[in-house]
């Protein structure tokens, strides 16, 4: 049997679900044009689950690959971690070209808010020289206006806000982190001063959190930054 | 009979007559500096012979006297523009000769650091915007620098450098003509040195006196002995005096001769002149010419003087070369900056307030607005077009801004695109920034070249030292029957050059927001405001609010299949998906908002989401924005398309105009249904311009899927102009309708009806009055007969075309 023979044509995106789902392209039947398979031939359940890793959607891939999901297992409420490599140089670029003194932690809890959605109606923020400060509806404020309110010091007490803890050191890679007991979501970012990249870890409870949505969330939260004129709107 | 209309030649003075600003020192200068423009040019031909230029050389030798003699006169706030041959006018304006040469080598240290050389020198720091590769294209620049300079209320002004193979050119007489209705303090130099290339001056025109030229745009022209500094020197210092004092442009011809060939490696006498003519103008060789003068009519230094100036600017252009030879060759790593801005965007853009109140405007004065924000807050702000002065703009597009801002600044200009538009460059790139009205995007490439080949270059050219914040505004797009030369689109023509910024907005808000970004911002922007949106209506909000480039919007949310779309066809994008989640299917819908920058960025993200891309765009498809968008998908989200990227374009021919013909060639709303379903199952559709290689059309794969047409007959009326009403009966008689007459006016308000129902009215009798955007326009009866009901009261706001009432013909009485 050729090569050619034997190749069944698949679309990009169910050939990266089939992929990721360790299903092998043979054993499906396409119901696309001229029997191409398509994302909805793709069954959902596994076939193999090797490890728990493989469980989850990976984020979204974009220009650079996200590091492998690092589950982290602590005892009385069941958490789930995710982590991933961020680009921050155009956000670095845009605060430049902007020409305005507003901290990179503000446009972070912009982005992780618009990210997280309905779980950032509160957002605490806990800046790298260790304040903290919440503010409320984060995800309609502009960068500028939670840098404002988290000088102010404002701190609205929120119901279980997310939190967006932010080190400002180098050479370090978060592994895990705690969850205060009023909260189901946190972002932790380690970013050195002026750096280009960075890295981000996800702790969510997954019981209020499932998995499949914190990762979607930790890849929407990366490619917010990567994107960073959205945060402006 | 002045000297300016018979082309008579000045003398040159006797020593007797020498002016009294000519001391000792000042003739010893002019020789001095053209010496350097002969040794410096001698050096740069040998090291061109040699190889040691990248490029070959259009060499000033013979021609020195003017450059030196026109020069003499300007300060470094002066701005000249220059030609093919300008190393002489760089050095006579004062360009440092190092900087000159190493540009000819093509070095680092050179004025441009290699990006330009010898036909695109720049030097702002001594008044020198350009050479110029493209022959006459530097007069509307020199033009607008001199409005640029009135309009900052400074002295400056513009000098234009141009041969006699450039007073063939349309650009030469639309500038001349320009600068004369504007009085521009401008002052036009053509070096007639007998030949272009190789064509004698008498075999390209049949009136040679180009002099004489001038008196066709009321300006005075006069012609001199190009090769007698002193002579070249009294005539400028007329036309300065008249451009400093407002009193206009003055056109000078020098008549000149170039002793080389055209350029370096072409031969002296080629086949269209003799080695006789050749030595009877060496014979006047200006710097020979003046040496003499200088030892023998005015005495005023030995030669062992003269000597030691040679030997000293010998030293000088040595040095140069030396300096050339020993610059660093250009970092290639740098060879793609300042093609734009960095940042693109200009600051105020890149911070959004919180949002705040709006209100409710036509998109007219929502740009209107803009504007007249931008040209309060910026007091050196023109904008340029033709009856867009008082008349208020065809478009009606800058009404009331005559009013506020006057002529001075609202210029009204001649029909002549191209010499506008470069005077709107020069004057943008000398501190004014302008925008050039033209009208309708069609009438761009009445322009291109001047936007093509200066504006988008010129930061690029110069090393970043020059920018060209110039902003062409066009309506465009196709509206109701405007025909092949009145609806065409070309953004991606446009988009193509890299230097342009190219916007498309799809609403009032956004085309503001566009605007004011690109009346801060520092590149040439070309703001495509679709015609067929000019009577819509949105929410623009009340504060400061600008829209920065290269951010998309999205203008709906959906999961099953992603629709790209900019200008008119975002509406109809809309109602497409209105209808398909009346189906259940949720389109999203991204407004791109500009043209170029793209953001591929969002459709990516929104790809990765729906996993199914059509691109709906008003242009033409072949090189177009469907092409550019699929193949950004290809490199950013591959593994994340279900079904290939389908496009609709407008199809690939031009806009004819019988309605029938037109809304074939057209994308709709129901083209976009059917294209949506033909991408969710998984075809992409076929565009018909593939059709040539080789008759594949429309529906070329035998197994795809039937594509399903819906039969929704028309589309929804938000944006589109209505159908004529004729068709329409409202009753019995004849209609009244409102009038079309006009291609952007959709609506108008009924002032009043001067007969009242049961009159009897005469065919052509008016009988009621409206008021468009535009006009008052009086409505007249269509037969003789009794008017009918009246169906639209005083006051009603009705399409055009929209029945108001009726005649009954015969009429009882
Ligand atoms: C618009 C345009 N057309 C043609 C050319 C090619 N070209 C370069 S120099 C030249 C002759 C120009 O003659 P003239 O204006 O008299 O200047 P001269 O070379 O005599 O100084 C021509 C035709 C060009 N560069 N630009
Ligand atoms: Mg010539």
């Not at chain 1, 988290?150 to 890679?173: C, K, Q, Y």
């Not at chain 2, 040469?101 to 330009?116: I, Q, S, V």
């Not at chain 2, 020199?142 to 640029?148: C, F, H, R, T």
Request: charged content about 20%; aromatic content about 4%; some cysteine.
């Amino acid at each position: 049997m050729s090569a050619a023979a034997s190749r069944r044509a698949a679309s990009p995106y169910a050939r990266r679900l089939a992929r990721e789902r360790g299903i092998a392209l043979a054993e499906l039947a396409g119901t696309g044009p001229r029997g191409r398979i398509v994302a909805a031939d793709i069954p959902l359940q596994l076939v193999a689950a090797p490890e728990p890793a493989a469980a989850v959607p990976a984020p979204a891939p974009v220009a650079t690959a996200p590091s492998a999901p690092a589950p982290v297992a602590v005892a009385a409420r069941a958490f789930g971690a995710f982590a991933t490599n961020l680009a921050l140089g155009p956000l670095r670029e845009l605060i430049a070209a902007a020409g305005v003194d507003v901290p990179l932690h503000a446009f972070l809890a912009r982005a992780a808010a618009q990210a997280t959605g309905r779980y950032a109606e509160a957002i605490r923020l806990v800046a790298a020289d260790g304040r903290s400060v919440a503010v409320a509806g984060p995800a309609r404020l502009a960068p500028s206006e939670i840098a404002c309110r988290f000088e102010a010091g404002e701190g609205a007490s929120a119901e279980r806000p997310l939190v967006l803890t932010h080190l400002a050191v180098s050479g370090i890679r978060p592994v895990a982190g705690s969850l205060a007991p009023d909260c189901d979501l946190r972002i932790l970012v380690v970013a050195a001063p002026g750096t280009e990249t960075g890295e981000a870890l996800l702790v969510h409870d997954s019981d209020a959190v499932s998995e499949a949505e914190a990762a979607t969330m930790l890849a929407a939260f990366r490619d917010a930054l990567e994107n960073p004129l959205r945060l402006l709107v | 009979m002045s000297a300016a209309a018979s082309g008579r030649k000045v003398r040159a003075v006797k020593s007797a007559g020498l002016p009294a600003e000519l001391s000792r020192a000042a003739l010893l200068d002019l020789y001095e500096r053209m010496v350097l423009l002969r040794r410096f040019e001698s050096v740069a031909q040998t090291a061109c012979r040699k190889g040691e230029t990248p490029g070959f050389l259009h060499l000033y030798i013979g021609e020195e006297a003017t450059a030196v003699g026109i020069c003499a006169h300007l300060k470094p706030t002066d701005w000249i523009t220059s030609t093919h041959r300008g190393h002489g006018h760089a050095l006579a304006k004062g360009m440092s000769p190092n900087s000159l040469m190493a540009e000819l080598f093509g070095k680092r240290d050179g004025c441009c650091g290699g990006r330009g050389g010898t036909m695109h020198l720049y030097d702002r720091s001594v008044g020198l915007f350009g050479t110029n590769g493209i022959v006459a294209a530097g007069i509307s620049h020199a033009v607008g620098v001199g409005l640029s300079g009135r309009a900052r209320g400074r002295e400056d002004i513009g000098v234009a450098f141009f041969g006699d193979g450039a007073t063939n050119h349309g650009g030469f007489h639309e500038s001349l003509n320009f600068a004369g209705i504007q009085k521009a303090p401008a002052i036009l130099v053509c070096e007639n040195n007998l030949y272009a290339t190789a064509t004698p001056l008498a075999s390209a025109t049949l009136n040679t006196e180009i002099a004489s030229k001038a008196a066709s745009y009321g300006i005075p022209g006069i012609a001199v002995d190009g090769n007698d500094v002193i002579a070249v020197w009294e005539v400028m210092r007329e036309a300065t005096r008249r451009a400093r004092s407002g009193e206009g442009p003055t056109l000078i011809e020098a008549k000149t001769y170039r002793t080389v060939g055209h350029h370096e490696g072409d031969p002296v006498t080629g086949t269209y002149r003799t080695q006789a003519e050749v030595d009877e103008w060496l014979k006047r060789d200006p710097v020979k010419l003046f040496r003499a003068r200088l030892t023998d009519d005015f005495s005023v230094a030995s030669t062992d003087e003269l000597d030691a100036i040679d030997a000293r600017i010998d030293a000088i252009v040595q040095t140069s070369l030396e300096f050339a030879r020993n610059s660093p060759e250009p970092d290639p790593a740098t060879s793609g900056l300042h093609v734009f801005a960095e940042p693109l965007n200009p600051p105020e853009a890149l911070v959004q307030p919180v949002p705040g109140a709006t209100q409710t405007q036509s998109w007219l004065d929502a740009v209107r607005d803009g504007i007249a924000e931008e040209m309060r807050r910026n007091p050196h702000l023109l904008y340029f077009g033709e009856g867009t002065g008082e008349r208020g703009g065809t478009f009606a597009h800058t009404k009331n801004l005559y009013a506020e801002f006057g002529p001075q600044r609202m210029v009204d200009t001649p029909i002549s695109e191209q010499g506008f538009t470069g005077a709107a460059i020069g004057a943008s790139a000398t501190g004014t920034r302008t925008i050039a009205d033209l009208m309708f995007a069609d009438f761009m490439f009445e322009a291109a070249g001047q936007i093509v080949l200066q504006a988008s270059k010129l930061r690029y050219m110069s090393n970043g030292q020059m920018n060209a914040p110039v902003v062409i505004r066009v309506g465009s797009g196709a509206v109701r029957s405007a025909g092949p030369h009145h609806s065409g689109i070309y953004h991606t023509s446009w988009a193509h050059v890299p230097g342009l910024v190219v916007c498309m907005p799809a609403t009032p808000a956004d085309a503001k927001g566009l605007m004011k970004t690109a009346l801060r911002a520092s590149d040439p922007v070309i703001m495509l405001e679709p015609k067929a949106l000019f009577a819509t209506k949105g929410e623009v909000p009340a504060a400061e609010h600008f829209v920065p480039f290269g951010l998309a919007r999205i203008a709906r949310e959906g999961r099953d299949i992603t629709i790209v779309s900019a200008g008119q066809l975002v509406h109809r994008s809309l109602e497409a998906a209105e209808k398909l989640a009346a189906e259940g299917i949720e389109a999203e819908v991204i407004d791109l908002r500009t043209i170029m920058p793209l953001d591929v960025g969002t459709v990516a993200a929104s790809v990765t989401k729906t996993h199914r891309l059509l691109v709906v765009d008003e242009g033409w498809g072949a090189f177009g924005v469907g092409a550019e968008l699929a193949q950004a998908m290809n490199e950013l989200a591959f593994d994340e398309l279900d079904a290939p990227v389908g496009r609709l374009h407008s199809e690939a021919q031009p806009h004819p105009l019988a309605p029938a013909l037109e809304r074939a060639m057209l994308v709709d709303t129901d083209k976009i249904l059917a294209a949506v379903r033909s991408v969710l199952s998984g075809t992409a559709p076929t565009p018909k311009h593939w059709r040539h290689l080789g008759g594949r059309t429309a529906a070329p794969v035998a197994s795809s899927p039937p594509v399903p047409v819906p039969s929704a007959p028309s589309q929804a009326a938000s944006a589109s102009p209505p159908p004529p009403a004729a068709a329409a009966p409202g009753g019995p008689g004849e209609p009244i309708t409102m009038p079309f007459g006009d291609l952007t006016v959709s609506e108008g308000t009924i002032v009043g009806w001067l007969k009242a129902e049961g009159d009897k009215v005469k065919a052509g009798e008016i009988v009621a009055e409206i008021e468009t955007d535009k006009a008052v326009v009086e409505i007249e009866a269509p037969i003789d007969g009794v008017l009918g009901p009246i169906e639209q009261a005083k006051g009603a706001v009705v399409p055009m075309g929209g029945r108001i009432g009726s005649v009954v013909p015969g009429g009882a009485a």
